[in-house]
């Protein structure tokens, strides 16, 4: 189903029906009941108000113009309700919507967006016999050498999946977890990937909500799942818990242990504490598989944290300056070594380490292999 939202909503003003209020009428719990049966688009260009974005909104994917207007309420009812007197343009403009997440994807124009829509609904239509593969090689330069540098995980996504496949989703939104359909060897797929370069990877609030209903997404229609993993875990402090941090991350791991169809979990560097669990659906067993490049460093929680909370009194019994530096460095390199990947491979805790190049071999064989749970019926998406 595809809606074009363009509109300013009701009629109050009619007179030629019968009725009060017309809040009878079944359109949007109609609507409503495609959730989850049918892939559902929403195209908006131009203005989008009141009942025309409620329906934009039940939509799994919202592709909009850059010079669209959404919002609940146009001028004329914001008036009403004694809120002030407002240009449409002033009402849910497409930069703060493509921001705060309620726009999938932001195109110039309407032709774009329907561009968009089309190679949306794609990726629900089977497998393609043709594709290009990348070069394998590019995945060993990815991740760089000092563990302690950020890199663009979208190089990462790339290099997996068919060359060209890659549609981003909510490119605005949740920034600490890159969300995009794609193709790998013909065959459709989500992919989820943490981005180190906000917060370090680091999970907050935004970024669960955003991974959460991706996966919810994809489970309803059929999609199997790509996780790469390089996070510390998820954001913690003060300011963040002021967020709802508890609720929010927590979502990952309930939709997670809701899917039926596979998934897969790839660690390119870090893979610390609840929030490499919550990319690798809920531990790293939970998985079809769960590999990592010979980058991978894993533990409870960050390294440097783990050694200025476990080895606090030692520290403190050097004198600080280059001493204490010095021991700390030491420390720190010690419990890399530990928790390096073909440690954890050595325990059975992750299936393999492997070879960066081939990682799309793997994600490939465990494609033809896996299958979705039996008993297939629809699932609800949340709008959010």
């Given at each position: 189903m ?7 909503g ?20 109609s609507f ?19 009942g ?34 407002f ?6 403009p ?21 561009a968009a ?22 995945l ?40 995009a ?6 065959k ?89 669990m ?26 440097e ?6 080895y ?73």
């Open positions: 595809v809606l074009f939202a363009e509109g300013g009701g009629r109050p003003g009619d007179v030629d029906m019968p009725i009060v209020a017309g809040l009878h009428v079944p359109t949007f719990a409503a009941r495609l959730n989850g049966r049918v892939p559902v688009v929403g195209i908006a260009a131009g203005r989008c108000f009141a025309n974005a409620a329906l934009l909104g039940c939509c799994d994917v919202i592709i909009a113009t850059e010079g669209s207007n959404i919002g609940m309420g146009g001028p004329a009812m914001v008036e009403g309700g004694g809120l002030g007197v240009k449409p343009e002033q009402i849910g497409a930069p703060v919507q493509h921001g705060n997440g309620v726009i999938d994807v932001l195109v110039e124009d309407e032709a774009q967006a329907v829509a089309r190679r949306y609904l794609s990726y629900f239509q089977g497998p393609v016999a043709s594709f290009e593969a990348p070069n394998p090689l590019a060993r330069n990815v991740v760089p050498e000092n563990r302690l540098r950020v890199y663009d995980s979208r190089a990462a996504m790339e290099g997996v999946v068919d060359a060209g496949s890659l549609l981003p989703l909510r490119t605005g939104f949740g920034l600490g977890i890159h969300t359909l794609a193709r790998l060897e013909g459709p797929v989500g992919l989820l990937a943490s981005n180190p370069l906000h917060l370090g990877g680091a999970i907050d609030a935004d970024a669960a909500d955003k991974a959460a209903r991706f996966m919810q997404l994809c489970d309803a229609h059929g999609l199997p799942l790509v996780s790469l993993v390089d996070t510390p875990g998820f954001m913690v402090g003060p300011d963040i818990e002021e967020q709802a941090q508890v609720r929010h991350v927590s979502r990952m791991f309930i939709a997670a242990a809701h899917l039926r169809v596979p998934f897969f979990s790839v660690v390119l560097r870090k893979g610390y504490g609840l929030g490499a919550a990319m690798a659906a809920g531990g790293f067993h939970a998985p079809e598989f769960t590999v990592s490049w010979p980058s991978g460093e894993f533990g409870g929680m960050g390294l944290g783990a050694v200025r909370l476990g606090r009194k030692e520290l403190e019994a050097v004198p600080e300056g280059p001493q204490r530096e010095a021991l700390f460095e030491q420390l720190v390199a010690k419990q890399y070594a530990a928790g390096q990947a073909t440690n954890m491979a050595a325990t059975l805790e992750i299936d393999a380490v492997i070879d960066p190049a081939q990682t799309r071999h793997w994600l490939a064989r465990g494609l033809a292999a896996a299958s979705p749970s039996p008993g297939w019926e629809s699932r609800a998406i949340d709008t959010w």
